[in-house]
């Protein structure tokens, strides 16, 4: 009876080899081409606080990871896998399923889905994450707008940061909305924008000075001044604006975090 107890207790430890061995233990069902672990610490014992501090995917959490689909108290000091090998072939998700996530967690924003889709779909594999910060510094925007007393402050944040139109993808890269992502076109749109104040570098790029010197964008986004910089999570995928001062400019759109442990995923 001793041996066959051991023999039941061992079996699934010795059934699950990885490609990296965890550093502690593991679930057996653990996709076995894991290159990258996450210990759980005190703090990060639910599957939304260990997504947050290593700022990761939860599709792609519970994709590697099976026996936190309908569990998601994890085990303190076990190990979870947060990467899978590169050389693994993967489906790539469909447009119309980044579009149902973003119609579905969108809320107000839903509406905009199409328009901003683009900003998603460079690595779609992690486009629940990609959505939940674009949602996130949307929102930013828009109340750092009406803050500083603006009107249409939601279509400046969308145009800011899906295109206006919806021509590209945003404004990461310095693209449709102009000066506004640093450098000399920020600069010159304090000093002839409509923002002041001590952080009111223009986010726009309709004034002259600001919308002239904003090189890399084409057409600035609508006078409004610039919401405050988003604070940015821990490895957030996008870009703040360089120009100006405390206030500093709206934050860029949240870029496609790619399968890599640089990406560390709120």
């Known amino acids: 009876m001793r041996s066959l107890a051991f023999g039941i207790t061992f079996l699934p430890l010795l059934s699950a080899a990885w490609l990296v061995e965890p550093p502690t233990t593991a679930a057996p069902d653990t996709i076995q081409d894991c290159t990258w672990w996450a210990v759980v610490e005190p703090e990060e014992n639910t599957c939304q606080s260990l997504v947050n501090a290593y700022q990761f995917s939860m599709r792609l959490?519970?994709?590697?990871?099976?026996?936190?689909?309908?569990?998601?108290?994890?085990?303190?000091?076990?190990?979870?896998?947060?990467?899978?090998?590169?050389?693994?072939?993967?489906d790539l998700p469909s447009n119309e399923e980044l579009l149902g996530?973003?119609?579905s967690t969108g809320y107000s924003y839903a509406q905009y889905c199409e328009r901003c889709l683009s900003s998603c779909t460079s690595n779609p594999l992690w486009y629940d994450k990609c959505f939940d910060d674009l949602f996130f510094n949307l929102k930013y925007i828009k109340n750092g707008c009406e803050m500083n007393g603006n009107t249409e402050c939601e279509k400046y944040a969308v145009d800011y940061l899906c295109g206006v139109d919806g021509a590209g993808a945003g404004a990461a890269a310095g693209g449709a909305a102009g000066g506004a992502a640093g450098g000399a076109g920020g600069a010159a749109a304090a000093a002839g924008g409509t923002a002041a104040g001590a952080g009111g570098?223009?986010?726009?790029?309709?004034?002259?000075?600001?919308?002239?010197?904003?090189?890399?964008?084409?057409?600035?986004?609508?006078g409004a001044p610039g919401a405050p910089g988003a604070p940015g999570a821990p490895g957030a995928p996008g870009a703040a604006s360089a120009a100006g001062g405390?206030?500093?400019?709206?934050?860029?759109?949240?870029?496609?975090?790619?399968?890599?442990?640089?990406?560390?995923?709120?």
């Open 246 to 266: 405390a206030g500093g400019a709206a934050a860029g759109a949240p870029l496609s975090t790619g399968r890599s442990r640089d990406s560390n995923d709120s």
């Open 201 to 222: 570098a223009a986010a726009g790029g309709a004034a002259a000075a600001g919308g002239g010197a904003g090189g890399a964008g084409a057409a600035g986004a609508p």
């Open 61 to 90: 959490f519970k994709l590697y990871n099976p026996s936190t689909v309908n569990n998601c108290n994890l085990v303190v000091g076990n190990s979870y896998c947060i990467e899978q090998d590169y050389n693994t072939p993967v």
């Open 101 to 103: 996530y973003c119609q």
